[in-house]
């Protein structure tokens, strides 16, 4: 496993941008798939978006796309969810997951390492 730590998180107007940032601690990092989720109270954890290894290749969901964008930086062991003109639906506690499957997963089961979560808080 790899032990992450999110960052970025905050309280932001509609409209606004925001970066998220998710440092791991492996020298393994390079090998995993990336992915950030979210989640409200009494809701399921949600995909948000993800990336393979390489950093080439990123999926998003319907809800985000185009909005957000996901990106790594191996050589930093770090990943970053730049996320513009937010909306109070995305208000949520976001999460950084790594997956043993490089390509990365859209499906929480496939994440074995969490980070502790950052509160992201959209005002309308």
């Known amino acids: 496993q790899v032990q992450l730590v999110e960052s970025g998180g905050g309280l932001v107007q509609a409209g606004d941008s925001l970066r998220l940032s998710c440092t791991a601690s492996?020298?393994?990092?390079?090998?995993?798939?990336m992915g950030w989720f979210r989640q409200t109270p009494g809701k399921e954890r949600e995909f948000v978006a993800a990336?393979?290894?390489?950093?080439?290749?990123?999926g998003y969901a319907d809800s985000v796309k185009g909005r957000f964008t996901i990106s790594r930086d191996n050589a930093a062991y770090t990943v970053a969810l730049q996320m513009n003109g937010l909306k109070p639906e995305d208000t949520a506690v976001y999460y950084c997951?790594?997956?043993?499957?490089?390509?990365?997963?859209?499906?929480?089961?496939?994440?074995?390492?969490w980070g502790q979560g950052t509160q992201v808080t959209v005002s309308s």
């Open positions: 492996s020298r393994l990092f390079s090998s995993y798939g």
């Open positions: 997951g790594a997956t043993r499957y490089s390509k990365g997963s859209r499906n929480l089961a496939d994440c074995g390492s």
């Open positions: 990336v393979d290894f390489s950093g080439r290749n990123t």
